[in-house]
């Protein structure tokens, strides 16, 4: 311990022995332990400092002449201007604070005081025991200086019993034993500690006496010891437990030796004995923190061979648990490739750094791994090495490990890496990475192979400029969903090429990390081998459907041409008999060819639909009696109508022929007889329905369905039965155009037909019509008997062929109208303007030059009020009457009947009979 100049006490050496009488041995344990510690005095404002140890003044930077001089107070070391028992904390008074000091060579650095008082033996406070560590330490030299605060923690604790346990707790006291006559003789405090009056102890003894308030367990022990140091052996150092009279047990620290006389005969044993239980307790606490802690300690001096070491650094190490080991023995468990746990580090100063050594535990030969931190300082001329260790095993495990995965994961990272370099350079597919706004930042090889385009040459270039005009708003669009955080896949996009072609590419583009990835395959071949396809397989349908309308044309014109030729050859001869027959006969023919035109043109969805608002419950009723005629005795007809049903927006007649013809259907599919049910509803679509095709659109639709329990159709007839000349009826009794027509004429109407079918159990056909917002319009058939006939009115016929303008003239020369012809738009117009009382336009739409809309057209513009009947076989313009027509305006399709023109002609003429002649 290193004293400086007591500063305000009488006398020094006073103060000396009452500090030493207070704290003495347990002061200068704390001391000897390495542990910055200085004294300062509690009787003066400013604290000068009493006692500054080695290590204190090392890490102050201070000299034991610096602080004798009274330089150091508690004052300057917390930098508070208080008096001593101020900085004290209430209470418990011990106190911990962090101090901001600075070094001689002017660097700085932070320490942590810790400030107790000392009280005499009245229990004032006179001297105040000031502990420091330094603040800037790393954390596993932290973990060992608890182990140091702990016994300074202690120290509290003793200090405190100082004040009640003057008799016992701390108390040393001597014996000196005269082996030639067996009797010892010991102090006051020896007696006090071993329960042997003090008279007794002070006039001598039986040495046996010595022994019998040693605990049970440690007396053989000890008697042992003492056995040999009677014998002469020269040291004796022990320590073992006393039982007091009141049955407490207390640790005591034996230390003596034997004095030889001239014969070098053991004549006298000496020692000193002294109260240790509470140094006893702290040691076992800090054993079983250490234990806890894994971290065992050990001290070390220069010139020594053996080092103090604790339980949990034998355990640590795999020996027995011993409180002191040779050097070499701790040595020998190192790794021969490791550096030594206490070798030439030991004769160095300061911390020392972070070591890891590999060891091989003595017990069982495990290899271990461990952690060694220590710090070296001079004592006494020579060095104090002090350190611990700890087991890391564990974490150099999962290190090593967290290393080989880290280099397992960047070996698969570099193949990854390498793999997808490859695909980069030999895809043969399109990829590029672009920023948000199209700008290319990278490209791959084969734009240049099929494109023609430098993949350098590309970077920095925008996307969008190598897109088709046409597409780019396309483009847009994705990239629109793509900037929402959605990929988009399988869009078609064409691409200019380095020669100004256009490739057709196959995107899939998705964005990540503000960044926009795209790949893209060339699918120009398959396009064009698509539309090669297509257009085989239309030129395929084609040459079916002429196939087919050849063979029903020439059965039909057969019969026409036959029939005529048979009616021109006996009008000849003069055989004018029996020529009704012949001429039902052609007309049936030319009937079923005009039927067969209007059935292809429905399937085509190419006819010219009157789209009204038709109310199907009524045109269901109204066709009852034509169906029980045409099911015949063995179909039972059931028709279940849903009350209040919208109208529908459809052509009446149409929908009544397919009624018709899908009653016939099912008539055909019950051979055996069976039921036929009829049925009307209203639907809302809310998505596309299931069924084929796949046209359909959510919405209000009005249905119609017709069922029967027929002999219904397997799953390959079904995907056939919309198409043309596709029938299951024998040669010669089906055209095939039936349900084709149905399906053409209602996606015409912008509805929709599904079909449900079990083999055995029947089938049925549903009609979706789209719901009309008007009310149902009463729809009147005007089917005369007789053709009406007219009173000389002017009509203009206008047509192009001349064997139909023939026909027509002749007819209304027929029904008493004066007929005038013009055989081109021109022509008509030149007649029009004349003064002729025209009271009637007919025109062919499909005209040479101006079309028949067009002549109307001008020829409203000279007489506004000029009725006009448009004759058509087939116009793409009239396909839509409603939008087609204009009031005044009606529609006959070709081939149509004298009844029908005249019906046509003698309506137009009756509603323009009270108008006055046009001029």
Not at 630 to 638: A, D, N, W
């Amino acid at each position: 311990m290193i004293v400086s100049a007591l500063t305000g006490k009488a006398d020094a050496t006073a103060a000396d022995r009452d500090l030493k009488r207070v704290a003495g041995p347990l002061l200068d344990a704390l001391v000897k332990s390495g542990m910055p510690v200085a004294i300062a005095d509690a009787d003066h404002r400013n604290a000068p400092l009493f006692y500054a140890n080695a290590a204190f003044l090392e890490l102050m930077d201070a000299t034991a002449t610096e602080v004798a001089a009274g330089d150091y107070t508690l004052a300057t070391l917390t930098g508070k201007d208080a008096g001593p028992l101020e900085l004290l904390a209430p209470g418990s008074g011990t106190r911990s604070l962090q101090a901001f000091m600075r070094r001689k060579d002017g660097s700085d650095f932070w320490v942590n005081l810790t400030l107790t008082p000392i009280a005499d033996k009245e229990g004032a406070c006179s001297f105040i025991l000031i502990t420091a560590v330094d603040a800037v330490t790393s954390r596993d030299a932290r973990e060992l200086d608890k182990s140091i605060e702990a016994k300074r923690r202690e120290l509290e604790r003793l200090s405190e019993q100082a004040k009640v346990g003057w008799r016992v707790a701390g108390a040393s006291g001597a014996w000196e034993w005269d082996i030639a006559t067996g009797v010892f003789c010991a102090d006051a405090r020896f007696a006090a500690l071993t329960g042997i009056q003090p008279e007794d102890a002070a006039r001598g003894v039986p040495g046996t006496l010595f022994f019998k308030s040693i605990h049970p367990d440690d007396r053989l022990r000890i008697q042992i010891a003492v056995a040999a140091a009677l014998q002469g052996a020269e040291v004796f150092a022990r320590r073992y437990r006393i039982v007091s009279p009141d049955s407490s047990v207390y640790w005591v620290s034996a230390t003596g030796r034997s004095y030889l006389d001239a014969a070098e005969t053991p004549v006298r044993f000496a020692g000193v004995l002294t109260d240790i239980t509470e140094q006893k307790r702290v040691e076992d606490q800090l054993q079983l923190a250490q234990s806890a802690g894994g971290i065992g300690t050990f001290l070390y001096e220069s010139g020594f061979g053996t080092a103090e070491v604790s339980h949990e650094f034998c355990r640590l190490l795999g020996f027995h648990k011993a409180d002191s080991l040779p050097v070499k023995t701790i040595n020998s468990v190192v790794h021969s490739d490791g550096p030594p746990i206490i070798g030439k580090r030991a004769s160095e100063q300061g911390e020392l750094p972070y070591t890891e050594i590999r060891v091989r535990r003595a017990d069982d030969g495990v290899e271990r791994w461990i952690a060694l931190r220590g710090q070296v300082r001079p004592e006494g001329g020579g060095h104090r090495f002090m350190g611990a260790i700890y087991d890391i095993t564990e974490s150099k495990r999962v290190q090593n490990s967290l290393r080989d995965l880290n280099q397992t994961l960047e070996d698969r990272v570099r193949a990854r890496t390498r793999e997808r370099d490859r695909l980069w350079s030999l895809s043969r597919d399109l990829i590029c990475v672009c920023e948000a706004d199209g700008t290319m930042k990278a490209a791959n090889p084969a734009w240049l192979h099929l494109l023609g385009f430098a993949p350098d040459d590309l970077v920095k270039s925008r996307f969008q400029d190598l897109v088709h005009r046409d597409d780019r708003d396309e483009l847009r669009r994705k990239l629109s969903i793509v900037s929402s955080g959605r990929a988009v896949q399988d869009f078609d996009l064409r691409l200019t090429t380095s020669g100004g072609h256009w490739n057709s590419i196959n995107w899939s583009i998705m964005a990540e990390g503000g960044d926009i990835y795209c790949v893209g395959r060339d699918v120009t071949a398959r396009l064009q081998l698509q539309a090669e396809l297509h257009q085989s397989q239309k030129m395929e349908a084609v040459g079916q459907l002429t196939g087919g309308i050849a063979h029903d044309f020439n059965n039909m014109l057969t019969g026409v041409i036959g029939c005529l030729d048979i009616l021109q050859r006996r009008i000849e001869t003069g055989r004018l008999n029996d020529l009704d027959r012949f001429m039902h006969a052609a007309t049936s023919s030319a009937q079923r060819a005009a039927a067969l035109t209007h059935r292809l043109l429905a399937f085509s969805r190419r006819q010219s639909l009157e789209s009204r608002s038709v109310d199907l419950n009524a045109l269901t009723r109204s066709m009852e009696e034509l169906l029980h005629r045409t099911l015949g005795e063995q179909v039972r007809l059931t028709v279940d109508l849903e009350e209040h049903l919208p109208a529908a927006l459809i052509d009446a007649n149409q929908l009544e022929s397919a009624i018709l013809n899908l009653a016939i259907n099912a008539r055909d599919a019950m051979e055996s007889g069976g039921e036929l049910t009829i049925r009307t509803s209203r639907v809302h679509l809310h998505d596309p329905a299931p069924a084929k095709p796949s046209e359909i659109r959510p919405g209000e639709y009005v249905c119609i369905t017709v069922s029967d329990t027929g002999s219904g159709m397997a799953e390959e007839v079904l995907t056939k039965v919309f198409d043309p000349f596709f029938t299951t009826k024998p040669i010669g009794q089906g055209t095939g155009l039936g349900l084709s027509m149905i399906y053409g004429f209602v996606q015409q109407s912008r509805g929709h037909v599904s079909i449900d079918s079990v083999v055995g159990r029947g089938t049925s056909v549903t009609l979706y019509l789209p719901e009309s917002k008007d009310e149902a319009e009463l729809v009147l058939e005007l089917h005369p008997g007789v053709a009406p006939t007219g009173d000389g009115e002017q009509v203009l016929i206008v047509e192009d062929d001349p064997s139909v303008r023939l026909l027509v003239l002749d007819v209304l020369r027929e029904l008493n109208y004066v007929g005038i012809e013009a055989a081109s738009g021109l022509e008509a117009l030149e007649i029009l303007g004349t003064a002729a009382n025209i009271r009637l336009l007919i025109t062919d739409i499909g005209l040479p030059g101006l079309s028949g809309r067009e002549v109307a057209e001008i020829a409203r513009r000279r007489r506004p009020d000029l009725p006009v009947l448009f004759m058509t076989a087939y116009s793409p313009d009239a396909l839509n009457r409603r939008r087609f027509l204009e009031p005044g305006m009606d529609m006959i399709s070709k081939p149509f009947s004298l009844l029908e023109l005249a019906s046509k002609v003698k309506t137009f003429l009756a509603q323009d009979r009270d108008t006055p002649p046009l001029a």
